[in-house]
């Protein structure tokens, strides 16, 4: 399988609401595939404080218009990999990256190769380091696992960056290579999404006691959600009281992908 890492950097952390503002891909040997900064859909140049991506910035690195960039990522893609399968890595990729970069696709009507597919390296890292502290971000795991080195500086949030410590991240998981598949699912745009279990939404958690309820895969909760008539505030509310589920932010979570799989299949 051909794995690409890759990540993005945006003007706000609304998956669905939100533009591309620079995108890093790496092939697993390293080499820079693509590395980018884009002009904002939107227009709304903004979370500079977190990206440090200014106007000046996308100016002096001619970035591109959204359309540009969606056309040089297929373009990279069939010149690297040909018509080959490849999947897309990222770290919470399922809960972000995924979406914002479908989403983006979507905008400029641009259609993904059907054999794209994605892989979220979060919830692997979860599952494998149960015990990491204090929480499960990027840094947190890179120092952890990988150990930074005496003066060595990383630009967390800028999205090269960012993938060359992922990179490192996704090598040492390769002792877990077998469990790969259980982080990997299709396109939320394909109608093959619907056929995935649900532990391939982010945040699911088998005590959530969908299956009791007799929902087994994510076409059954996508089916839940359209009883709800899309409406993400009240399916929320639903699943937190239905199911007993107590942290919002998971259910937040869920809701989000639902609501993208809604949006991307329209």
């Not at 040089?72 to 890595?89: L, T």
């Not at 597919?117 to 990988?146: Q, S």
């Amino acid at each position: 399988m051909n794995y690409i890492i890759y990540d993005l950097e945006t003007n706000g952390i609304n998956v669905l609401d939100n533009s591309i503002m620079q995108m890093t891909m790496l092939s697993t040997d390293g080499t820079i595939l693509l590395n980018e900064y884009v002009y904002p859909f939107d227009g709304i140049i903004a979370a500079t404080e977190i990206h440090k991506i200014d106007e000046k910035k996308l100016k002096e690195s001619n970035a591109l218009t959204l359309d540009q960039l969606v056309q040089k990522v297929k373009d990279v893609i069939r010149e690297v990999y040909g018509r080959k399968d490849v999947v897309f890595v990222a770290y919470n990729n399922f809960g972000f990256d995924q979406i914002v970069l479908e989403r983006g696709f979507k905008l400029v009507n641009h259609k993904m190769p059907v054999n794209w597919y994605f892989m979220d390296v979060m919830p692997l890292i979860k599952n494998k380091f149960p015990d990491l502290k204090p929480n499960y971000k990027l840094a947190t795991v890179y120092e952890n696992l990988i150990k930074i080195k005496k003066n060595e500086e990383i630009n967390y949030h800028n999205s090269l960056d960012d993938c060359m410590c992922l990179l490192e991240i996704f090598v040492k998981c390769y002792e877990f290579y077998d469990d790969f598949n259980k982080y990997t699912r299709n396109q939320l745009s394909s109608a093959f999404i619907f056929e995935e279990r649900l532990n391939k939404l982010l945040y699911y958690d088998k005590r959530m006691n969908f299956e009791f309820h007799g929902i087994k895969n994510i076409g059954d909760l996508y089916q839940l959600f359209k009883v709800h008539h899309f409406d993400v505030k009240e399916f929320q509310e639903y699943i937190k009281t239905k199911f007993e589920v107590r942290n919002g932010f998971y259910v937040k979570v869920i809701v989000n992908q639902m609501n993208g799989i809604h949006e991307f299949n329209k």
